[in-house]
Nanobody, 113 residues
Framework: QVQLVESGGGLVQPGGSLRLSCAASASGSIFELNSMAWYRQAPGKQRELVAHITDTGTTQYADFVKGRFTISRDNAKSTVSLQMNSLKPEDTAVYYC?????WGQGTQVTVSS
């Protein structure tokens, strides 16, 4: 059964950066055929799409992260990453990796001074 394991969350000051990574327990030949995405859920709010990347590498971003976040994938390693720059307190949330019919367990990102 495929598993998605996120890493890279933590506490960062406003304006700082973090890089989230998600490792899929799937072979590269299967991983590369699937779109992947990052969602987030802030306390008291619904989960929302942050960024999406297709199997061919086409990316899509929520308006609230455009120009600040970058999603990328490494099919050889079956990983997808989210580079987050210029972080704001409102980016505080649990971030989830989604794909291959699975959700990861989530990683906490806290932006606070």
């Amino acid at each position: 059964q495929v598993q998605l394991v996120e890493s890279g969350g933590g506490l960062v000051q406003p304006g700082g950066s973090l890089r989230l990574s998600c490792a899929a327990s799937a072979s590269g030949s299967i991983f590369e055929l699937n779109s992947m995405a990052w969602y987030r859920q802030a306390p008291g709010k619904q989960r929302e799409l942050v960024a999406h990347i297709t199997d061919t590498g086409t990316t899509q971003y929520a308006d609230f992260v455009k120009g600040r976040f970058t999603i990328s994938r490494d099919n050889a390693k079956s990983t997808v990453s989210l580079q987050m720059n210029s972080l704001k307190p409102e980016d505080t949330a649990v971030y989830y990796c989604v794909g291959l019919g699975r959700w990861g367990q989530g990683t906490q990102v806290t932006v606070s001074s």
